[in-house]
């Protein structure tokens, strides 16, 4: 695997990005993928180390990470392409996104800094489409079975492909102008770029996947219809409902959730029309935060290009620690204190806040009221906050945005329609590894095939889970199409 003593040799080389005062200026990819020679010394780095973890924990997909080095190593691309794309059908997206978990479990890692395993898959997948490796493929034969697929996030996809390719006649519904899900309206230019996306769904769509937008199931065409046009339904509506701030004064204009910001921005960059009152602009603006995870660091470093006067995140939750605590020891995603390139940009950052009231004139948001806090853990595992006694202070602002994860899935209607049996409240929260973003409340029930309590209807992604990463729902798109398969 790579070259013998290699990570003696050579250090990690961390990602490299373009200078934040230069990339702030505009939302192209801050990131600048790793030249080739770069690639190679990287390659040498990985260990025959016997027992894999970035594989068979770390990875969501089970990318079977020390071949692929291997094989890209000895430069031998198209069998790594052949190799990746087996267990991972984007690793676009995932090469440009992912957080490594694979990454915090390579055996390197335990005293070392781990091999750059996302950058190589990038480069891989990279390479394949420069050198025109990625030809459509439809399948040599179809066989006699339609499959509706209702969201078109990473899950829908990879369920859709999945489908396609073992020749089963698929159509994805999305009830968005266009594919993608979070992909698309969620993530920012600035760490997806779209045309990457819509790459995908023009090879998807000359293989034989078909896409109808603008399409709301549940609403638009019922259930029962997909039920009688269909021999199974994929469901991957993503998890919806974002958790509110139901604080006094919520109710005054400029106070957002974070998707609609993120979603008006991202029709923006690539055209769409955005409706009068859907365009939310911080330009000018005093922005709060409210929320301190990844899509709260995906609203800051959207509000500085367009401008903001200030931003300031708020996290009720303390400060996590620099170093790896002993409770998220190797091979585990270590719970430490991430600052993302948008944290680079600009703003400020505060931890341990928790916001009491929201106050406004005419109608407007106009500042907030706050006070710091400390988190105590009961013993039934909730957590407490307890305000500081004289630690109260007012924040003067224009626009607010929550960015406080989802407490459900939005799926009301098909889930109603369908009457899909739900998950207790919180039972998905023991994952062995791997961020996090909010206790799931409530997803769709399914057994290990992926198979909810309604004959021949599968779900997959986010609306199952609870919500996660791109790669667990493409890992779970391919586990539903496998169970529709074999079901
Ligand atoms: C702002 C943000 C940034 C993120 N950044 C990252 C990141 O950098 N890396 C990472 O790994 N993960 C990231 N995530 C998480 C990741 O994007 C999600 O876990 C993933 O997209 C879930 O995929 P999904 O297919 O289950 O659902 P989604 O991507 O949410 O897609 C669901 C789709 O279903 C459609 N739909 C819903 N209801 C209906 C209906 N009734 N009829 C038709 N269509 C319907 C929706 O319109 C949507 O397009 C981020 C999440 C957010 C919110």
């Known amino acids: 695997m790579g070259k013998t003593g290699g990570f003696l040799e050579y250090n990690r080389q961390e990602s490299v990005y373009r200078p934040a005062d230069e990339r702030i200026k505009d ?9 080739e020679d770069n690639v190679h010394v990287q390659l ?7 027992t894999p973890f970035c594989h068979s924990y770390g990875c969501p997909l089970a990318n079977v990470i020390p071949e692929l080095n291997d094989l890209a190593w000895q430069e031998r691309w198209a069998e790594a392409l052949t190799l990746l794309l087996a267990t ?4 676009e997206f995932t090469g440009r996104l992912c957080p490594a978990i694979c990454e915090a479990a390579c055996v390197l890692a335990i005293n070392d800094d781990a091999v750059t395993i996302r950058q190589i898959e990038l480069a891989i997948i ?6 025109g490796y990625l030809q459509p493929a439809p399948p040599p034969e179809r066989i006699a079975k339609r499959i509706a697929v209702v969201g078109s996030g990473p899950a829908g996809l990879a369920a859709a492909d999945t489908l396609n390719k073992a020749g089963y006649s698929v159509v994805v519904y999305e009830r968005a102008a266009k594919i993608g899900g979070i992909l698309r309206y969620g993530i ?9 996306l819509d790459r995908r769904i023009q090879l998807m769509e000359k293989e034989g996947v078909r896409f109808e937008t603008g399409v709301t199931v549940g609403k638009d065409i019922s259930c029962k219809y997909l039920r009688s046009r269909f021999d199974a339904i994929c469901l991957c509506g993503g998890a919806g409902e974002p958790r509110d701030l139901k604080v006094p004064g919520r109710d005054l204009a400029g106070i957002h959730f974070a998707l609609d910001y993120l979603a008006s921005q991202n029709r923006k960059g690539t055209g769409e029309p955005v409706a009068v009152e859907d365009n939310i602009d911080a330009k000018g603006k005093r922005v709060v935060i409210i929320g301190g995870g990844d899509t709260g660091a995906d609203c800051l470093g959207t509000a500085i290009r367009q401008g903001a ?23 585990m995603w270590p719970a430490i204190r991430r600052d993302s390139t948008s944290h680079k940009e600009g703003g400020v950052r505060r931890w341990g806040v928790s916001t009491m009231k929201f106050h406004g004139q005419n109608g407007r948001v106009t500042g907030l009221n706050c006070v710091e806090v400390e988190s105590r853990r009961q013993s039934d595992g909730r957590v407490e906050f307890i305000p500081r006694q004289g630690t109260e202070f007012e924040v003067e602002v224009e626009m607010v945005l929550l960015a406080l994860g989802y407490v459900a899935i939005s799926w009301d209607r098909i889930a109603d329609d369908l009457h899909l049996e739900r998950d207790p409240p919180s039972s998905r929260l023991s994952e062995r590894s791997g961020p996090r973003r909010a206790g799931p409340q409530g997803n769709v ?9 309604v004959p021949g209807v599968f779900v997959a ?3 199952r889970s609870g919500p996660s990463l791109v790669a667990r729902a493409i890992a779970d798109g391919i586990s539903a199409a496998r169970g529709i398969i074999t079901g």
Do not use: H, Y
């Open 27 to 35: 939302f192209k990819a801050v990131e600048i993928p790793f030249m």
């Open 44 to 50: 040498a780095r990985c260990l025959e180390c016997g």
């Open 88 to 91: 991972n059908p984007f690793p």
């Open 126 to 131: 990279e390479k394949g489409f420069a050198k």
């Open 188 to 196: 920012p230019d600035f760490k997806l770029e779209k045309w990457v």
């Open 309 to 331: 006067q200030s931003v300031l995140q708020l996290e009720i939750l303390p400060e996590p620690a620099q170093v790896r605590p002993a409770t998220t020891p190797w091979p």
């Open 445 to 453: 029930k399914a057994d290990e095939n992926n198979l909810t309590d």
């Open 461 to 463: 992604g986010d609306m």
